[in-house]
DNA sequence: AAAATTAGGGACATGAATGTCTTTATTTTA
DNA sequence: TAAAATAAAGACATTCATGTCCCTAATTTT
């Protein structure tokens, strides 16, 4: 029994809410910049499946942080332009989103986890949060968006 | 700027605090058990910096679960038995305190996210999830213990 | 110019995690 | 036997992320 539930190990939330949202709306945002359209928050929350209230929030973020560029009116909406794509990378949605609330977070917890002063889980989970790291800054809202155009990556359910 | 900020990743909390306390609770506990000793809560308050009256209720799950042991009364507390140390897994913590809500979690927050229905980020993820699960499966409270007792690692701060 | 369509923004609502308080139960000590 | 020390348990309080509502601003269409 014990063994069965190990095997699907909780892992916590890695972003909030407002940065799922945040990342899977700039992806759909993308794709369609590509094929040179607009996202409007309504068509965006369906194709997200996402509270649209909500979403508008961290819309409204990614806007002020430059990341997509939003247009009022009759066909307006929301558009990432074209050479941006390529240069924005997730971490920097994340930033957008979360603030400057940034942080090496302890995984037990400790405010002053460090080398010189480590948890006992530090040394252990040293790799893998630099690998999360690694893959957060290094990949870039393009790389996310060109398996949704292909088809092979879903953004909802 | 953005360079410097994004050196420094922003981490969610990987565990609930609840889970944090447990976890440091226990390797304190087991450090005490591996001297004789039990710990009363008001020890193991203090020597995780943690709020007594909430870890109180962390520490009953754990020993509902077994992991730890409980004894009322005057020379009282929690104390892990010897030959357990080696055999609990950080996992099954996890486990006790977050109880069933057990789950594959997707980082985009799709329900359905897996190898025929990917979102977007699951191959990159996909490793470092693994890489977590691995260690959280495959460390002992034994392990995170000796450390602590050979004054290594630290609990607080 | 008026109406329709869209995003922006503030105020409020809800829910879950976290944290506290008080009382009870059990055991040991005096 | 009484008192002290300890964990157990339930009820309550607080905080924060999430989510909703409603009105405003800007743009396009009619």
């Known amino acids: 029994m ?3 539930l190990c095997f699907n190990l909780i892992i916590k939330p890695m972003f ?7 990342i899977r709306a700039a992806i759909f945002i993308a794709s369609e910049s590509e094929r040179g359209r607009r ?6 929350a369906r194709e997200i499946d996402s509270p649209e209230a909500f979403t508008a929030k961290t819309l409204q973020k990614l806007s002020r942080s430059g990341i997509i ?5 009759a066909h307006g909406g929301f558009e990432v332009k074209q050479d941006m794509a390529t240069k ?3 971490s920097e949605i994340v930033l957008a989103i979360d603030g400057d ?6 995984s037990l917890g400790l405010h002053d986890c460090s080398e010189n002063h480590p948890c006992p889980f530090h040394s252990r989970f040293k790799p893998v949060r630099n690998g999360l790291k690694e893959i957060v800054e290094n990949t870039s809202l393009r790389d996310l968006t060109s398996g949704l155009v292909s088809g092979d990556t879903f953004l909802k359910i």
């Open 2 to 4: 014990s063994l069965i």
């Open 69 to 73: 560029v939003s247009t009022k009116g």
């Open 39 to 44: 996202a409007s928050l309504k068509d965006i």
């Open 16 to 22: 909030s809410k407002a940065c799922e949202y945040a």
């Open 101 to 106: 609330k940034v942080y090496t977070r302890c």
């Open 88 to 90: 924005i990378k997730i």
